[in-house]
């Protein structure tokens, strides 16, 4: 949608459709109450700005609904067909490669307690591998920071796939 139709629509409309890039209730309803913003890169910044608060409670709230890596993700929701489209590569991954993808997710749940999330779009599924392995490593605190950017790089892909300026598509 472009960018002048997004800050247009009516709140409901527009909170689901920002919950879609990350389903952070307090970051989504910021950005709905930012509009109007004029421009994709606007839009982009703040919506960015604002991710860089998010911590345990805002990652733990996305979370809630995110898919494994390496499981494809169920529904028929805007969300899971986004997910869809991020894991495409791991159509691609052989055996061993899902299995070891299976197996750390276990060991990172076990660790974290939470999914273990990497933005998937544009990896390959052994890059998502050493990532995941990577970090198993972490302390809980480097972590959580970790899965927040990586969340915010997520929720900002997403936002430039569903908004766009005029002028990108005449």
């Known amino acids: 949608m472009h960018?002048?139709?997004?800050?247009?629509?009516?709140?409901?409309?527009?909170t689901a459709t920002v919950a879609v890039w990350a389903a952070v209730?307090?970051?989504t309803d910021a950005v709905v109450a930012g509009r109007p913003y004029g421009t994709t890169a606007a839009l982009a910044a703040h919506a960015a700005a604002l991710a860089t608060t998010w911590g345990r409670p805002e990652l733990d709230a996305a979370l809630a609904h995110h898919p494994r890596i390496g499981e494809r993700p169920t529904g028929d929701g805007a969300e899971a067909a986004a997910s869809r489209r991020e894991q495409a590569s791991m159509t691609t991954a052989d055996d061993d490669v899902a299995a070891r993808l299976a197996a750390g997710n276990r060991a990172y749940e076990e660790r974290f307690g939470r999914v273990f999330l990497v933005r998937a779009a544009g990896r390959t599924p052994d890059e998502m591998l050493a990532e995941l392995?990577?970090?198993?490593?972490h302390d809980d605190a480097t972590e959580?920071?970790?899965?927040?950017?990586?969340?915010?790089q997520i929720a900002l892909l997403r936002l430039?796939?569903?908004v766009t300026d005029p002028e990108d598509h005449p």
């Open 160 to 162: 430039r796939g569903d």
């Open 144 to 152: 959580v920071a970790e899965a927040c950017d990586q969340l915010a």
């Open 3 to 14: 960018i002048d139709d997004f800050d247009t629509l009516d709140a409901a409309t527009a």
């Open 25 to 27: 209730p307090t970051w």
């Open 133 to 137: 392995e990577r970090r198993l490593h």
